[in-house]
């Protein structure tokens, strides 16, 4: 760190002007993000002022109904979230320990790990540390990546896609996730033999969202075969809402074959005899580079390492020590 750095934190910033950016960026005013703060506007309007002096750049442009942050603006007030997020972590920290509890773990993962890994490795943490409060966000890439690079996650099991800046994570790749057709049991197409892709094009479909990764590699997959892409469209990406529905209809459900197949197993689902040439991405373990993780953080981490080896064979080839 530098010496110009460091006389800035340690002499210059101060929390209230951190919590005063993060104010002024959920509220775009200043009249309202004083309120929030429990301060008047013009103490707020001043702290706003000397640390734009101090950083010689503006952080907000002054519009005539508000404020917007400029891009100085962004990349502060991004740094500040994480900081006021981290203070907060530190804080809960201490008073667990000071309670006799060995703090707190949150988790993300996409839908087919949230099934084939997590129920495991809480388990195992679970057993090491009873009292380690831990929380598990099921969400998609995209999302869970954004509440890491926040701070507000410890570790996801998701993908990195090019959009993301790989120098700000360490990842490591667990596996494939193959897709494929679910319906409900006694289905009339599961009497079917050679089922095509054409035999199931006009049939009401279940898919993610438009605009998701998947969605676009479904429509893609009936472009290709010279198919018009299926109209007769519900979408979603609630597995309470999915299985519910194909129990209540005709409808064909798109997901992962892992969770098919756990689904299946517990004979709510069938898996339609159907190839699909669609897949997403591998995913893996994600966390980020400029973040240590707690000791509570830790058991969950090998955990879930341990899990993921019996799931997908892989030991993984990342080192997650001490100062991971």
């Known amino acids: 760190m530098s010496t110009n ?26 009249h309202r993000a004083a309120q929030v703060l429990n301060m008047t ?27 917007r942050p400029t891009w100085y603006g962004e990349s502060l007030i991004r740094h500040a979230r994480m900081v006021i997020t981290s203070l907060e972590l530190a804080h809960g920290e201490i008073e667990a320990l000071k ?32 009292s380690l409060r831990i929380s598990l966000d099921i969400e998609t890439s995209p999302v869970l990546l954004e509440r890491l690079s ?20 360490r990842y490591e790749r667990l596996s494939e996730e193959p897709i494929c057709a679910m319906v409900r049991g006694g289905h009339a197409l599961l009497r079917r033999q050679q089922l095509r892709l054409e035999d199931v094009a006009d049939v009401g479909w279940i898919t993610p969202p438009a605009g998701s990764v ?19 469209i519900v979408e979603t990406a609630s597995l309470l809402f999915i299985t519910k529905m ?60 341990s ?3 019996s799931a997908y064979g892989e030991a993984g080839s990342l080192d997650w020590g001490e100062g991971a």
């Open 99 to 130: 309670e006799g509890r060995f703090g707190q773990v949150r988790v993300g993962a996409i839908m087919t790990p949230s099934l084939v890994v997590m129920p495991a490795a809480i388990a195992q943490a679970k057993s090491e540390h009873s």
């Open 150 to 169: 926040q701070g507000q996650l410890d570790m996801v099991v998701a993908r990195l896609g090019a959009e993301h800046d790989k120098q700000l994570f």
């Open 5 to 30: 750095s460091q006389w800035f934190i340690r002499g210059r910033l101060k929390t209230r002007q951190l919590l005063l950016l993060v104010a002024l960026a959920d509220e775009g005013n200043i």
């Open 307 to 309: 899990a993921c080896l």
């Open 214 to 232: 998947l969605r676009h590699r479904f429509d893609l997959m009936f472009q290709e075969a010279s198919l018009a892409p299926p109209t007769n």
């Open 41 to 67: 506007q013009p103490a707020a309007s001043k702290l706003l002022k000397d640390l734009e002096d101090v950083l010689a750049v503006q952080l907000f442009e002054r519009l005539p109904r508000g404020m």
């Open 246 to 305: 194909l129990q209540q209809s005709d409808m064909v459900a798109l997901v992962p074959t892992e969770v098919a197949k756990y689904y299946a197993a517990h004979g709510m689902v069938a898996m339609l005899p159907l190839s699909l040439p669609c897949r997403m991405d591998a995913f893996g373990i994600i966390t980020r580079c400029d973040q240590l993780l707690s000791p509570g953080a830790k058991v969950m981490m090998r955990a879930l390492k």
